[in-house]
């Protein structure tokens, strides 16, 4: 049995998943590291996603919603550090 190299498409498919996998993971850095430098952009979007403070004011579901400040600094937190361990 010889051990021939694998053909040229299978090696094409193989460096398009590898190239893939690194833009994301660039990505997820690029996004990480813009949320811990420009924190209070992101944050306010957290903060009102938690909150439910945009939905409208018959929605049941909006007793639902998180307004403790620390909580959201705990999830905004956790979203960063997810995307830079995604980065990784």
């Known amino acids: 049995m010889s051990h021939l190299p694998p ?3 299978v090696l094409a498919v193989r460096t398009s998943k590898t190239i893939l996998v690194l ?3 660039l990505f997820c850095l690029v996004v990480g590291c813009n949320n ?9 979007f957290v ?9 409208f004011p018959d929605n049941r579901l909006k007793d639902r919603g998180i307004s403790s400040p620390l909580m959201h600094q705990i999830a905004y937190g956790l979203i960063i550090a997810g995307e830079l361990t995604a980065g990784l």
């Open 23 to 25: 833009f994301v993971a």
């Open 47 to 55: 903060q009102h996603v938690m909150t439910m403070d945009t939905t």
């Open 7 to 9: 053909p040229l498409h």
């Open 36 to 44: 811990v430098v420009d924190y209070g952009s992101n944050y306010t």
